[in-house]
């Protein structure tokens, strides 16, 4: 195809600025068919071990394409609407009076690009100076059945710091909002009202984080902490263990049978 066919935004400016304007309290997030969030449907096709950040820039990927797309069914967009829709503050004073971004910060998000276009989920059509031309492969939007909200507020949690949070709140979120979008069409309106629990199984929430060379115990306790965390911040409402054992929990191989245990969530 003819670069002409792709004007791509903001190629005259000296600073580059973002396109998107306004970034909203929830994003759009794809459900597909059967009723699958977007987690389960990228293991399901084989695509796993994704970073926090990859999964930041791939829920605003599908947010743009439910609310941005253009007529030709291509997504333009830059760095730096990737780094306001993930809350990173621009710096206050560069070398002409605006703000910005520096050039370190925009090539990690262009890096970051570059892995996830390898898992075959888009592919970026034209490209320059940080500005992207891409469509998303239809062995995805073929399956999307619908959408669910999803905080923005997960997207700027640190990925270093907060990793374990944003991948397993960003997991939970989802979830429940699959559900909630299903109850919703089969359930009366005064019982849809009641609270919201959801079952989820340890080892799968924790095949959402890097474990890295945390002892046993280190795993249980930071796993916990990160369920009180997200408690506090209003993701979930509240948690606990689905018939715990303690006593078999003392045993060799506890951290197997503690890997299989259920938690119970609250929204």
Partial sequence: MQQELFPLPNLNFKILRPNIKVIPENLLVPVFCGDIQLFDFLEKIGITGLKPEEFDILIIIFHLYFTDRKEDGFL???????????????????????????????????????????????????????????????????????????????????????????????????????????????????????????????????KLVSLGSLFPFQIRNRFEDVMDELCKMGIIKKWCYKNIDEEMLNSKNWLFFWKLLSVKIGF
């Fill in 76 to 206: 333009y967009f830059n760095t730096d609407d990737i780094l306001l829709f993930r809350g990173v503050k621009r710096n206050k004073a560069l070398a002409d009076g605006h703000c910005g971004y520096k050039k370190t910060v925009r090539e990690r998000i262009d890096a970051l690009l570059k892995h996830l276009a390898g898992f075959k989920i888009f592919t970026v059509v034209d490209y320059k100076d940080f500005n992207y031309v891409l469509y998303l492969h239809d062995e995805f939007t073929q399956n999307i059945d619908g959408s669910c909200l999803l905080s923005q507020k997960l997207l700027t949690l640190n990925p270093h710091s907060k990793g374990w949070h944003k991948s397993i709140g960003i997991h939970l979120s989802l979830s429940v909002a699959c559900k909630k979008a299903t109850d919703r069409e089969i359930m009366p309106k005064k019982d849809f009202a009641r609270k919201m629990y959801i079952t989820i199984q340890v080892k799968k929430l924790l």
